[in-house]
């Protein structure tokens, strides 16, 4: 309770500092910036949060580049990207991303997330474990025009592998004082 009223004060505060130093006046680019912000959070809830694609191309341009797919995957085009999403939803089928927080400049938006899932399905040679897995996450995406034209982002890979019994989890740190 004491840290989500110390994360509510802290948001009311970066509020008022920000309606402070807009001077309360009609910001175009901090229109732009919103409306990034919001078009990136119904994307997360629309596409990924509800393992559909359907409305795919009413967020990212045809020209979408995905500059860090997953390997073997093409992050280029609506079509690739259609794909690549759903490999993801029948392997982890109750995939969310939970918006941890979200920062926007004109056309520029940055997301801190951190995304959970179980691995009910195969994910190419990887055989699902039932396991599940919460890692944290960053996405970096441009937007134009009301559409995502470029994506680049990091997820913690090894976490997850590791929490769905993919790999071996790393070795304990040594005793201090031992080499």
Same mark, same amino acid.
């Given at each position: 309770m004491k840290?989500?009223?110390?994360l509510l004060?802290?948001?009311?505060?970066?509020?008022?500092?920000?309606?402070?130093?807009?001077?309360?006046?009609?910001?175009?680019?901090?229109?732009?910036?919103?409306?990034?912000?919001?078009?990136?959070?119904?994307?997360?809830?629309?596409?990924?949060?509800?393992?559909? !694609?359907?409305?795919?191309?009413?967020?990212? &341009? @045809?020209?979408?580049? =995905?500059?860090? *797919?997953?390997?073997g995957m093409?992050?280029?085009?609506?079509?690739?990207?259609?794909?690549?999403?759903?490999?993801?939803?029948?392997?982890?089928?109750?995939?969310?991303?939970?918006?941890?927080?979200?920062?926007?400049?004109?056309?520029? !938006?940055?997301?801190?997330?951190?995304?959970? &899932? @179980?691995?009910?399905? =195969?994910?190419? *040679?990887?055989?699902?474990?039932?396991?599940?897995?919460?890692?944290?996450?960053?996405?970096?995406?441009?937007?134009?025009?009301?559409?995502?034209?470029?994506?680049?982002?990091?997820?913690?890979?090894?976490?997850?592998?590791?929490?769905?019994?993919?790999?071996?989890?790393?070795?304990?740190?040594?005793?201090?004082?031992?080499?």
């Amino acid at each position: 309770m004491k840290r989500t009223l110390s994360l509510l004060s802290c948001i009311v505060m970066v509020a008022l500092l920000s309606s402070c130093m807009k001077g309360g006046g009609a910001n175009p680019s901090s229109a732009i910036a919103d409306s990034n912000k919001a078009k990136t959070q119904a994307f997360y809830d629309q596409i990924i949060n509800a393992h559909s !694609v359907n409305n795919l191309d009413n967020f990212i &341009a @045809t020209s979408f580049t =995905d500059h860090n *797919p997953d390997p073997g995957m093409n992050g280029v085009g609506i079509e690739n990207n259609k794909k690549n999403f759903m490999m993801w939803f029948a392997s982890m089928p109750d995939v969310q991303i939970h918006v941890d927080n979200m920062v926007a400049d004109s056309d520029m !938006v940055w997301v801190m997330y951190h995304m959970t &899932a @179980t691995m009910k399905g =195969d994910m190419g *040679p990887m055989k699902a474990t039932g396991k599940s897995c919460n890692v944290g996450g960053i996405d970096v995406i441009k937007i134009k025009d009301g559409k995502a034209t470029d994506r680049w982002g990091y997820y913690d890979q090894m976490a997850m592998m590791s929490q769905l019994g993919l790999m071996p989890p790393p070795p304990p740190p040594a005793p201090a004082g031992k080499s």
